[in-house]
């Protein structure tokens, strides 16, 4: 979401006339910011304050995302060297104001700035109506606002026509989706955006396992174009964890959706969310959720240590009582646990002819793109982005897939 609210604002200076460039050179720099977790809330303070030498009269410091909503015009208080807090819904406002400070006439205006990559973000629903006790996303986001299906079809078609070859939609709760015209929900606009000439690929992100559609799976299974990665985010393995969370699912639900995915596509790739140490997780609550993780084998994890977003249910009314030392231990055990499980899933490509949707070429010179279950593929040789390539795996690791064409 964070990438789809940057790209968006990156094309509209593009368009008015703006460049990119190192901080060194640049007359604007604008932190986009996420507070999802209080590491990368202290990250956006560290760099405001890195900022304070370089900011000048002539230059402009500005902060958007997230922070925005959760600190308005306290952060102008606390960093008095910040010259603009811009709320996500105003961009325009933002650039119209620049006009004030800079010369325009300088720019030449590009209204289809280049901003389209191989990938391309479209946002289809703004916001969350979940309450999960620990996220501050609905108090940062706002309640849920859901793209007509006609606006996201025409975002997709331009951006096609500028050189992208798969589409990614994304919502804090995807699987929520429903035109407000009545056209239906996500299954029915990945029906429709999965037509469009001239797409690849098709990818959404982040469902919901209280909202998943057993018709999108449907939808997933019969596509040749929409990708058979799953990113469903379990949170725990402890049904009792889960209630104090307000996920709205027990354990035994969350295993019925993998188990049909799984039923449908062999071999999709599932990734979820994981938090240790939220408030009141014991040992089994803990070892609950290691075993879920161990039985279901998923091929990411992204694994975080609770911490207490201020205005959360449960940092007004839940004691933070694992001590941060066991939240280490119980993260770094699973970390190990799942850096065996991925390395384990990933050698069993080795072998195989794979796909690969080319992004680009990495630090190292070397050609990479994913495969349609989402991971990282290394291609021996070469291949222009926006190219779809088979290749036969010769070797894996826990991350990554490396191969050579297949003859």
Known sequence: ????????????????????????????????????????????????????????PERTVAVTGCIVAKEGENLRRRFPHLDAVVPIAEYDQFITGLEARYDYSLGE????????????FVRVIQGCDHNCTF????????????????????????????????????GQNVD????????????????????????????????????????????????????????????????????????????????????????????IGLVTDVIVGFPG????AFLNTRRLIEEIEFDVVHLAMYSPRPGTFAATRMPDDVPAAEKLRRLNDLLALQRQIAARKTARWVGKDVEVLVEGRDE??????????????????RGEPGELVTIRVVQATAGQLTGARAA
């Open 176 to 267: 929520d989706y429903h035109d407000p015209s009545g056209r239906g929900g996500l299954a029915a606009l990945v029906r429709e955006v999965e037509r469009l000439p001239g797409l690849r690929r098709l990818r959404f992100m982040t469902s919901h396992p209280q909202d998943l559609e057993p018709e999108l799976l449907e939808v997933m299974a019969a596509s040749d174009v929409v990708c058979r990665e799953l990113q469903l985010p379990v949170q725990s393995g402890d049904d009792q964890i889960l209630k104090r969370m307000a996920r709205g699912y027990q354990t035994r639900h969350y295993r019925a959706i993998v188990d049909r995915a799984r039923a449908l596509m062999p071999d």
């Open 109 to 120: 205006a590009m209204p289809q700035a280049g901003r389209t990559g191989v990938s391309h």
């Open 364 to 381: 190292l010179g070397r050609t990479y793109g994913r495969i349609r279950q989402g991971k990282r593929a290394i291609v021996m040789g």
């Open 135 to 170: 996220c501050i996303v609905p108090r940062v986001r706002g309640r849920e606002q859901h793209v007509p299906i006609h606006d996201v079809l025409a975002e997709c078609r331009q951006a096609i026509e500028a050189g992208a070859r798969e589409i990614v939609l994304l």
């Open 1 to 56: 979401m964070n990438t789809a609210d940057s790209e968006s604002l990156a094309r509209k200076l593009l368009a008015a006339g703006y460049v990119e460039e190192s901080l060194e050179r640049a007359d604007i720099a604008i932190l986009n910011t996420c507070v999802v977790r209080q590491a990368s809330e202290e990250r956006v303070y560290s760099k405001l304050h890195e900022l304070r030498p370089w900011k000048t």
């Open 281 to 284: 997780e014991s040992e089994d």
